[in-house]
């Protein structure tokens, strides 16, 4: 604080000597015609104002005014050059003999914000970043400049919202909230409320949206502001936020105020929209006759060509509702063709509208389909809801893939898995019908795709896959609300249009290429590739139902089981709870009755005997994703199933078909301990992590202990390094993000976010995560558990060791230590594992820690293979066999020595 009251004292001192009042006066005049939009004589003072303190040898003056040429620049559009004032002022800025943090912050915002509009991402998050560090450093930076803040927060949200990182962006708006009502800036505060409602839609917090999106209604009122626009928007938010929560009367009456300001609402496309979109989800709430009668009601002249296909959309609802299913296929299918779409394969999709609506287009065609099948009981019907639904997935694949718009993202959660699912329903009910091959398999392709595509992209739910995919998605936003402006303002200015469509389709195709292939598998030669002591099930939950499909030495193989869902939730719960702690006295019972009855449920009654197997490959679903395996207890044999079988996890078939590993690895294991606690120091209030230490002496490889354990050496070592890597260290999943952290001497870099994952060109071939909760995050639907351990093996690692809570230090490191010499001797991984925890329950550590919190958290996902090349292994068996020949000759020689010297 005394560092900035000082620099603000220099920097007015330095105005008030007699060479240098014209120096303000520019500056003043420079904002007084920035107030008016008139930038380009907006530059022309600020720039004189920086050439008289140039003069006058005012540093602190010529850098503080960069940041007002930059705004200017910005604002005339030339965001290059209001990058290049802003690195410059940070130039002089350096030179100057003190450095106050007000105007490093400005010069820091101000580049963010044309770095964002110069689609360079990576850049404006740097420099959003360093901002965002000086203002936790100096909070009172906020009171010295709070309206420029408040405008740095906002601006800043907006951005972490294109790119849908929807919990920066809360943080960022609510940021500019609180400043923005403490100084009453009014256009921030309405704005960022509003905008928070939209996120908590979105996140499906509808009561926390209701309370902010009235907040903004609330201030508009008593603050008598005639701003009816920004009315309008938060009544349909809050409408949209009503009607999520199941409040319809409520809802409407949101939406008829709406309505109530037609006459002002339709004189500009803005405000039109938000009318018309208004009726559209009122419509929905009403009975489908009137629905309909409210749509019919609309004026062609009334709809903006981007809201025709939302309306077909909708029309196309209340007909099926109403059982009228031709007219409604009919009315669906010519609105579909509105969006542009075409059906020859996902790379010539064009996606210039709106693609989230294509994806709604078949969703409800194929509901009005299977509707309709339901109550024909026509073959024919239920085929053509499968391939709607089907088409609906590929463009969901395309989108989650490329994250083209805001919507892409909410496909990861429960509306996207509704379609997998259904599709695996609509498959598994024509296979019982044909009771062929063909049916089989293609019940078989559906439900492995729908776990092994999308694990393929898991990270994609809070963050965008790449850095590129992140600047091409601003870009392709920009191109593709300027073309839609064009339409739909300017349709004569067919050139104009015809140059955006192509920029968009350019964009559209250096996205695609950026996307991850499918999978192709080839299910009649699986068979030869599966290892013939595993067996492989891949979990289906349906409602009331269980699908187990399995593939082993014998093929293919399937089961569907009726569930009481509520039941198999409950005891789900009771058993994570229970293993994921050390228990009170007097609890287990229940966890007891759990234990059998799970047992019961996922493996007495699988279509294989697993006594024909030594390991097991788990493709979990849903509930039971953060659930371990190894605890489930045979009631008969009083076994548990670790004791019975080696477990892993994986996500699909192709994740243990027996394909040798590309990758080859010696024998040297990289080994990162950050808080050893060697040095004999804390960090961070951190407890060290001894045992860590204790039980990786004896791993042959490269140690990196306490500050040299650094995250950038741990990244190189994954780019670079095909060996095996462990890291022993602190991990949180309950973070909005999950981490790990390094033992690095400032926060900054000292953790690796999960969002980093992705972008590390990964070489490793086997990661050891010794740390908490690492193979444990939010689960969603359709997705998996957002882990850091999912996040290692959708960047490319074959295998991933993670723990499923929080690790107690002694017996992990034992266990660990205990799976490496299993490993080392050449057994697959999910074998050596299991040897390792049943060893470890012999040791003295294991006898006096026995309990499943202590030994059952670490799993296997991914390939349960070895991961020690045969050239590492036959270099012991030819060293062991040469010993022995040595041992054998010396020992024939010196028989026949012994016979020369004393014949007798």
């Not at 492995?448 to 850095?467: C, D, F, G, M, Q």
């Not at 590739?529 to 067996?535: F, M, T």
């Not at 260290?729 to 000292?750: I, Q, R, V, W």
């Amino acid at each position: 604080m005394l560092k900035t009251c000082i620099s603000f004292l220099l920097l007015f001192i330095s105005l008030s000597v007699s060479s240098q009042p014209s120096i303000l006066s520019e500056w003043t005049l420079g904002n007084s015609a920035s107030r008016q939009r008139n930038f380009s004589q907006a530059l022309q003072h600020y720039e004189r104002s920086f050439n008289l303190a140039v003069n006058a040898k005012n540093t602190l003056w010529q850098a503080n005014v960069q940041t007002d040429i930059s705004g200017a620049f910005f604002g005339l559009g030339k965001y290059s050059d209001g990058a290049d004032a802003c690195l410059k002022g940070l130039q002089i800025l350096s030179q100057a003999r003190f450095q106050p943090d007000t105007i490093e912050v400005k010069l820091y915002s101000a580049l963010g914000a044309n770095y964002k509009n110069l689609y360079r991402a990576q850049d404006a998050i740097e420099a959003y970043t360093k901002a965002n560090a000086l203002l936790e450093q100096n909070p009172k930076i906020k009171d010295l400049i709070p309206l420029y803040i408040a405008h740095h927060y906002y601006n800043q949200g907006i951005f972490w919202y294109k790119l849908c990182d929807y919990p920066r962006a809360k943080v960022s708006f609510e940021n500019a909230l609180e400043i923005s009502e403490e100084i009453g800036l009014s256009s921030v505060s309405i704005k960022a409320l509003n905008t928070l409602g939209s996120l908590y839609l979105y996140d499906g917090e509808y009561e926390k949206g209701v309370v902010i999106v009235q907040r903004a209604l609330n201030f508009i009122s008593d603050k008598k502001l005639n701003d009816k626009l920004r009315i309008a928007q938060g009544q349909f938010i809050l409408g949209a936020l009503l009607s999520a929560n199941g409040k319809k009367e409520k809802a409407i009456s949101q939406f008829n105020l709406v309505q109530a300001n037609k006459s002002f609402l339709t004189k500009t496309l803005a405000g039109k929209n938000i009318y018309l979109l208004s009726i559209l989800e009122e419509a929905k709430l009403l009975h489908p006759h009137k629905g309909l009668s409210l749509i019919h009601g609309i004026k062609a002249s009334e709809i903006p060509n981007s809201l025709r296909a939302r309306l077909s959309l909708t029309e196309g609802i209340f007909l099926s509702k109403l059982k009228l299913f031709k007219e409604a296929e009919d009315k669906l299918l010519s609105g579909l063709q509105l969006t542009n779409y075409s059906n020859k394969n996902t790379s010539e999709v064009n996606l210039t509208k709106e693609p989230s609506l294509s994806f709604e287009f078949f969703n409800c065609l194929a509901d009005n389909k299977y509707l309709q099948f339901s109550i024909t009981q026509d073959l024919h019907d239920l085929e053509k809801a499968l391939d709607f639904e089907l088409e609906s997935v590929k463009i969901g694949e395309y989108l989650r893939t490329n994250q083209l718009t805001v919507e892409s993202r909410i496909f990861f959660s429960e509306r996207y898995f509704k379609r997998y699912q259904n599709s695996v329903k609509y498959a598994l009910e024509l296979y019982f019908f044909q009771n062929d091959k063909s049916s089989f398999y293609r019940l078989v392709d559906i439900s492995e795709r729908s776990k092994s595509y999308l694990v393929k992209n898991n990270n994609s739910l809070n963050k965008t896959k790449t850095i590129t995919n992140d600047s091409l998605l601003l870009k392709l936003s920009a191109y593709q609300e300027y073309l839609s402006y064009l339409k739909n303002n300017k349709p004569e200015n067919l050139n104009t249009i015809r140059d955006y469509t192509l920029k968009v389709n350019q964009v559209l195709q250096l996205l695609h290429k950026t996307t991850v292939p499918k999978v192709n598998l080839n299910y009649d030669a699986l068979k030869a590739n599966v290892p013939p002591d595993l067996l492989y099930v891949n979990y289906i939950l349906l409602p009331d139902k269980l699908v187990m499909l399995t593939h082993s030495k014998n093929g293919w193989n399937f089961k569907q089981i009726d569930i009481d869902n509520k039941q198999l939730r409950k005891d789900i719960s009771t058993l994570i709870n229970a293993i994921s702690k050390v228990p009170e006295p007097l609890e287990g019972f229940e966890n007891m009755l759990a234990q059998d009855r799970l047992y019961e449920v996922f493996i007495a009654q699988l279509p294989e005997d697993i006594r024909e197997f030594t390991r097991i490959s788990i493709n979990a679903d849903k509930q039971f994703l953060g659930l371990s395996f190894d605890t489930l207890k045979d009631k008969k044999s009083g076994q548990l199933l670790i004791e019975k079988i080696a477990i892993s996890y994986s996500n699909s078939l192709t994740d243990i078909i027996n394909n040798p590993l590309k990758r080859k690895v010696g024998q040297n294991w990289n080994v990162f301990l950050p808080f050893s606690g060697n040095n004999g120091k804390s960090f961070k209030n951190l407890k060290p992590l001894p045992f860590s230490w204790k039980y990786a002496r004896g791993i042959k490889g490269d140690f990196f202990l306490e500050n040299d354990a650094t995250k950038d050496i741990f990244i190189d070592k994954l780019s670079y390094d095909t060996s095996p890597l462990l890291v022993s260290t602190h991990a949180s999943s309950k973070e909005s993000e999950p981490y790990l952290l390094f033992n690095e001497k400032g926060d900054y870099n000292s953790k690796l976010y999960l969002s980093e994952i992705p972008h590390i060109p990964l070489k490793t071939s086997l990661m050891v995560l010794s740390a908490c909760e690492s193979n444990l995050g939010n689960r969603v639907n359709g997705l998996g558990l957002h882990s850091l351990g999912v996040s290692f093996r959708a960047a490319g690692c074959p295998t991933v060791l993670g723990s499923l809570w929080q690790a107690e230090d002694e017996s992990t490191s034992l266990i660990i230590s205990l799976f490496y010499r299993n490993v080392m001797k050449g057994l697959t991984i999910d074998k050596a594992l299991q040897k390792a925890k049943l060893d470890y329950l012999k040791t003295d550590v294991g006898k006096r820690n026995d309990i499943p919190f202590y030994w059952a958290n670490i799993q296997v996902i991914g390939s349960p293979h070895t991961v020690i090349s045969q050239l590492g292994r036959f270099r012991i068996i030819f060293v062991a066999i040469s010993s022995l020949l040595i041992l054998l000759m010396l020992k024939v020689l010196f028989k026949k020595n012994l016979k020369r010297y004393f014949p007798f």
